[in-house]
């Protein structure tokens, strides 16, 4: 059983700073292309940052040069680092990939989700 634990949410001014974490947990043989998503009220699910095993990165327009997404291989724990945070950066986030466990297909999991909010 593979889970995916965020943590790091939270509220923050605008203009502030916040880090999310995601853990990955279970019989993990490969970890492909972690990233994470948001979803604000009202909205569809959107991509905000990918990065691939060779550190390759791919962010959403609305966040480049503001977030940075991380990996720790070893930890199996990826990270996205918000700074200058917007209001309409508020949404639940959450953190996915495409996890290979033993003896079975590559399959997209997904975090539960950490609200963060920003707001003054």
């Known amino acids: 059983q593979v889970q995916l634990v965020e943590s790091g949410g939270g509220l923050v001014q605008p203009g502030g700073s916040l880090r999310l974490s995601c853990a990955a947990s279970?019989?993990?043989?490969?970890?492909?292309?972690p990233g994470w998503y948001r979803q604000a009220p009202g909205k569809e699910r959107e991509l905000v940052a990918t990065?691939?095993?060779?550190?390759?990165?791919n962010y959403a327009d609305s966040v480049k040069g503001r977030f940075t997404i991380s990996r720790d291989n070893a930890k199996k724990t990826w990270y996205l680092q918000m700074n200058n945070l917007k209001p309409e950066d508020t949404a639940v986030y959450y953190c996915?990939?495409?996890?290979?466990?033993?003896?079975?297909?590559?399959?997209?999991?997904w975090g539960q989700g950490t609200q963060v909010t920003v707001s003054s």
């Open positions: 996915t990939a495409r996890i290979l466990v033993l003896g079975t297909p590559s399959s997209d999991y």
């Open positions: 279970g019989r993990i043989f490969g970890i492909n292309t």
């Open positions: 990065i691939t095993s060779g550190s390759s990165t």
